[in-house]
C-alpha cells in the first residue's frame, strides 16, 4: 500500500496568514492526489484534485502542488471558516489511502 | 440538487451484522464509482471499498476482507455495505462518496459525500 505522510500535524495560525502542509508518498504516484477539507461533525468536502486543480466552488485562496512523491496544499490569506482539519489522498494504486490528517487551528 | 444520504447506522454486539444503505438524488447514479470510508472517533479517514456502474469491478480494504460486502442497486439509486462478523474496531462515521472521473482525463476524486451513518460495536 501507498503510505502518505502530511506534516505538520497540526499547524496554528491566525485569519491572514499564509500556511502550507506538505504530504509525501511512500512511491511515486504521478499527479494522483487530492486534497480534503473536513470541519468537526461535517463530511470531508473536496479542494483540490490532480494535485493542482481546484474543485468548481472551492476559493482561489487554496491552491495545491506537486508530483511524484511531495505535494502541497497552500491557503493564502486564511478566514475563520478555513481553520479545520486537511487530508491529502492517493489515488493512483489500489487500495486509495489518505493521510493521517493535518489539523489547522486559529492561535 | 446533488445528495447522498446514508442510513442503518447502529449499535450492534461484537461478532454481529448490520446493512448499511446510501440513496442518491440529483445526478445519474448509474455512472459513477461509488465508495465507502469511515472515520473512527477522533482518528483519521480511512477508506474500505469501491464498485464500479457494473458492479463487476469491487475492491476492499484488507481489514474489512472477507467481512464485508459492497453492493449497488443502480434502478434504485441506492449503494450499501452488509457487514458482518462485526468487531469493537470496526466502531466508525461510515461515510458514501462519488468517485468522479473528469471526462477527457484520468483526473479522479471524491466529489460528492453523504453526511455519514455511526456503526458503535459494543457489548
Known amino acids: 500500500d501507498i503510505q502518505l505522510t502530511q506534516s505538520p500535524s497540526f499547524l496554528s495560525a491566525s485569519v491572514g496568514d499564509r500556511v502550507t502542509i506538505t504530504c509525501r508518498a511512500s512511491?511515486?504516484?504521478?499527479?494522483?492526489l487530492a486534497w480534503y477539507q473536513q470541519k468537526p461533525g461535517s463530511a470531508p468536502k473536496l479542494l483540490i484534485y490532480?494535485?493542482?486543480t481546484v474543485q468548481r466552488g472551492v476559493p482561489s485562496r487554496f491552491s495545491g502542488s506537486g508530483s511524484g512523491t511531495e505535494f502541497t496544499l497552500t491557503l493564502n490569506s486564511l478566514q475563520p471558516e478555513d481553520f479545520a482539519t486537511y487530508y491529502c489522498q492517493q489515488v493512483k494504486s489500489n487500495p486509495p489511502t489518505f493521510g493521517q490528517g493535518t489539523r489547522l487551528e486559529m492561535k | 440538487q446533488v445528495h447522498l444520504a446514508e442510513s442503518g447506522g447502529g449499535l450492534v454486539q461484537p461478532g454481529g451484522s448490520l446493512r448499511l444503505s446510501c440513496v442518491a438524488s440529483g445526478f445519474t447514479f448509474g455512472d459513477y464509482y461509488m465508495n465507502w470510508i469511515r472515520q473512527a472517533p477522533g482518528k483519521g479517514l480511512e477508506w474500505i471499498s469501491y464498485?464500479?456502474?457494473?458492479?463487476?469491478?469491487?475492491y476492499y480494504a484488507e481489514s474489512v476482507k472477507g467481512r464485508f460486502t459492497i453492493s449497488r442497486d443502480n434502478a434504485q439509486n441506492s449503494l450499501f455495505l452488509q457487514m458482518n462478523t462485526l468487531r469493537v474496531d470496526d466502531t466508525a462515521v461510515y461515510y458514501c462518496?462519488?468517485?468522479?472521473?473528469?471526462?477527457?482525463?484520468?483526473?479522479?476524486?471524491?466529489?460528492?459525500w453523504g453526511q455519514g451513518t455511526l456503526v458503535t460495536v459494543s457489548s
Open positions: 462518496a462519488r468517485e468522479k472521473i473528469w471526462v477527457g482525463t484520468t483526473d479522479n476524486a471524491y466529489d460528492l
Open positions: 464498485i464500479n456502474p457494473g458492479e463487476n469491478i469491487i
Open positions: 512511491q511515486g504516484i504521478s499527479n494522483y
Open positions: 490532480a494535485a493542482s
